[in-house]
């Protein structure tokens, strides 16, 4: 559309947001988390349509006070940490999910990767996972046990190892995306690589399905987690690789936060799989049926956060602005 067309359709709403973001001490996160993300809708169209516009200059002051005034230092309740996993977080997620598709991308590919080279090489199963764990589950396989090493902690201990590990893995996944994303790129290499040639060696021994029913009981939101990890990572960099009409010191600040927002909500998500990595997936002996329901769940759960809920929160949004 025209721009004379574009600023007549929402000249009232920007004074309005204006007036409470210069009047206003105290914003509800709802309402300024809302603000920002219009203001941001209406800059990336003005970015496209109208780049040197000053109509476009004025839309980014605006959503950079917005900007401001949601990371402005205040206390955390109960209240607001249930308002940010089930509210501010999806809601603002869904203006990121590109990372969230890159990442899952590359760690497809590299999971490919990781099983092709153990079809193509017998010692690259040891190169990757170590003499010492494969020479142990080949022994497991002998004694008819080929999970066992499930089993061989104490439920708490490997729920509680499992659960910091993967957090630890996570956050350094975030935080290389310093390295303008190969960081963050490696640690993706690096698990998803694991993740190949372990799952084909269980099927070179003809326990291909037995590994699955098993292993993705706590795996399905431990990768899946993993992968959100990337994306926040993978944010970070964008912030320093493409700062579009912001200066690059703003565009890092403000994509390693969001990007620290995309990392921490996979915290709840990791204490689950470690719950079932310690507790639920020493029972191998479980039906079939009961193992796949659990799987399937835990797919349910985290498509249903990363992908379902942000959308119906930004739907919703458009269809009152209808």
Not at 17 to 24: A, R
Not at 189 to 214: C, D, K, P
Not at 245 to 263: D, H, S, V
């Amino acid at each position: 559309m025209r721009e004379v067309v574009f600023i007549k359709r929402n000249k009232d709403k920007w004074l309005s947001y204006e007036e409470i973001l210069s009047k206003s001490k105290y914003i509800k996160s709802e309402e300024i988390t809302q603000i920002y993300l219009d203001l941001t809708d209406d800059l990336a169209y003005a970015n496209t349509y109208y780049p040197e516009s000053k109509t476009t200059e004025y839309i980014n002051q605006l959503a950079g006070s917005a900007h401001r005034k949601i990371y402005k230092t205040k206390k955390e309740s109960v209240n607001s940490v249930k308002d940010f996993y089930l509210y501010r977080f999806p809601k603002m997620f869904y203006h990121y999910r590109k990372y969230l598709y890159f990442s899952f991308a590359i760690f497809v590919i590299f999971v490919a990767i990781g099983a092709f080279s153990a079809s193509k090489d017998g010692d690259y199963v040891r190169l990757i996972l170590g003499n010492g764990y494969v020479d142990m589950t080949l022994d497991n396989i002998q004694k008819g046990d080929p999970m066992a090493v499930y089993k061989q902690a104490g439920s708490f201990d490997m729920f509680l190892g499992i659960t910091i590990n993967n957090i630890k893995v996570a956050l350094f996944t975030f935080i290389y995306g310093l390295l303008l994303g190969l960081g963050t790129l490696m640690y993706m290499l690096q698990n998803a690589i694991m993740l190949g040639s372990f799952q084909y060696f269980f099927y070179q021994h003809g326990l291909f399905w037995e590994s699955v029913r098993t292993i993705w009981i706590h795996g399905t939101i431990e990768i899946f987690s993993i992968i959100v990890a990337g994306a926040a990572g993978f944010t970070l960099a964008s912030g320093i690789l493409f700062p579009g009409t912001y200066t690059r010191k703003q565009a890092f600040i403000m994509k390693a936060k969001i990007g620290l927002k995309i990392m921490i909500s996979t915290i709840p998500f990791f204490i689950i799989a470690g719950f079932f990595e310690g507790f639920v997936t020493r029972h191998t002996e479980m039906p079939d049926a009961l193992a796949v329901t659990i799987i399937l769940l835990s797919l349910t759960l985290m498509i249903y956060y990363y992908f379902i809920l942000p959308y119906k929160l930004n739907h919703i949004k458009q269809n009152n602005d209808e």
